[in-house]
């Protein structure tokens, strides 16, 4: 098989784990808000026990979806070198600001959803539920930005063979243009 082949293919499998993920995560989120929140609203322990089974659940399609997204951004850099180079001044900040912002924000309150039913209030466990919700929004709206400025980089100026943001001198991008 010809190598470009071989490429395109680990990339599917990538993209195609990956892209199941986090729409779930989405849904069991909110799932998770629900049950938590009738939970403390009624004190019927069904509800509890259905969000402490469902919380398992989570964090193993949220770490399944971490590991592909970790795998799919190296594969950027190694299958399609030439594509980073040149749309990584747009699509690698939005790539960088989804790993900084939304992995934090959902991360760390999923450590005090899995962990925290006897260590914190039922307030902040709820809190952090809805964190959690709030999180992976985040995270499949800052995904859903980097597809669009994959695909077509809209408000952007092409310069020298490559995208360029528009501005005086582009002091922004660091690219010394």
């Not at 395109?8 to 995560?25: E, K, M, N, W």
């Not at 991360?107 to 709820?126: E, T």
Request: hydrophobic share 50%; proline share 3%; charged share 15%.
């Amino acid at each position: 098989m010809d190598v470009e082949i071989l490429a395109r293919v680990q990339f599917a499998f990538t993209i195609g784990f990956h892209y199941i993920y986090p729409p779930l995560s989405i849904g069991l989120g909110l799932m998770l808000v629900i049950l938590e929140g009738l939970y403390l609203r009624t004190g019927n322990r069904i509800y509890e026990m259905a969000v402490r089974f469902w919380i398992r659940i989570f964090a193993l399609i949220f770490g399944i979806g971490v590991a592909t997204g970790i795998i799919m951004e190296f594969e950027f850099g190694t299958n399609w070198a030439t594509y980073s180079k040149y749309v990584g001044d747009i699509f690698g900040s939005a790539l960088a600001a989804e790993g900084i912002f939304a992995f934090a924000l959902e991360s760390g309150f999923l450590g005090i959803l899995i962990f925290g039913w006897n260590r914190v209030g039922p307030r902040v466990h709820f809190f952090s539920t809805i964190m959690v919700f709030f999180g992976s929004l985040f995270f499949r709206g800052m995904d859903r930005s980097c597809q669009l400025l994959a695909t077509d980089a809209g408000g952007f100026s092409y310069r020298r063979r490559r995208p360029q943001r528009p501005g005086r001198d582009n002091r922004f991008l660091g690219n010394g243009l």
